[in-house]
């Protein structure tokens, strides 16, 4: 089988592996703010921290991608005109991209400090 | 042909009574649509909340308003739905529970599943069990 984005087969792995990884973020995210009452200075500082800025960027990221292979099938499925499925796909590409870099930014900036 | 005029002249999908696994399927899709049209909110906030303190009080007062606490709800069942239909979606890539009438159990156990953890969501959520922070 051909490792080609054309084949479907890295968006297929793709697709799991990202939903597995915003699972288990979620389940400890859960874990480590549940029944925790959340205040600027230990929400900031939670994000501030190495292991957690990654997660959490890995997170955005994971969801993101995740976004992309499901909203793509979607788009692809139902709109059957061929220049709207273009506009559409560069415009949600593009949306999920700006998005990408806002997170970065603001986690990057909570990182450095 | 006289006996052709009554066929459908094309397939309605709303008309047609879907098998419980096709409803699944269709709302692992509605869902995942739902949540990429929040994923702008979603970042918005995250960026909102990280910002400075002004920007945590406003998330949270945001996040306190009847109406987002409604659409917290929704998303939180489109969540719960996505992610146990997701599970039974990659146990059918491993041909687990492939079998007809396990299919049917097990797409009724995501959607039943699903509306269950969305209650214990909205309970936290709308504060009617303890353990919310904010």
Redesign the interface.
């Known amino acids: 089988m051909s490792w080609r984005a054309s084949s479907g087969l890295r968006s297929w792995l793709m697709q ?1 592996l990202t ?1 597995l990884y915003i ?1 288990v973020f979620l389940v400890m995210f859960a874990f480590v ?8 200075e230990t ?2 500082a939670w ?1 501030a921290h190495p292991a957690a800025n990654i997660a959490l960027l890995l997170f ?1 990221f994971s ?2 991608m995740h ?1 992309w292979v ?2 793509r099938d ?1 788009v692809i499925d139902y709109v059957k005109s061929a220049s709207t499925r273009y506009v559409l796909l560069i415009i949600f590409a593009l ?2 991209g700006i ?1 990408g870099l ?2 970065l930014r ?2 990057l ?2 990182g450095m400090e | 042909m006289s006996t052709t005029d009554s066929r459908p002249v094309f397939l309605n999908l709303l008309r047609i009574r879907q098998p419980v696994m096709a409803v699944v399927s269709i709302f692992h ?1 509605i869902s ?2 739902l ?2 049209l929040a ?2 909110g ?2 918005y906030l ?2 909102l ?5 002004a920007g ?2 406003q998330v949270a007062d945001l996040l306190a308003s009847p109406v987002l606490k409604l659409l917290a709800v929704l998303l939180g069942w489109a969540l719960t739905h996505h ?1 146990l239909a ?1 599970i039974r979606f ?1 146990l059918l ?1 491993f041909d687990l529970g492939i079998d007809r009438a396990v299919a049917r159990k097990t797409a009724w156990l995501v959607h039943v599943g699903a509306l269950l953890l969305t209650a214990v969501l909205a309970g936290l959520i709308f504060g009617v069990l303890p ?1 919310m ?2």
Request: net charge positive; no cysteine.
């Open positions: 799991r939903a699972v703010w549940g029944g925790q009452t959340i205040t600027f929400w900031r994000v955005i969801l993101l976004a499901g909203g979607v949306g999920l998005m806002w997170t603001i986690l900036l909570v | 899709r995942g649509v949540m990429i994923l702008p979603l970042v995250l960026n909340s990280l910002s400075n303190q945590f009080s992610i997701g990659m890539d353990g922070p904010l």
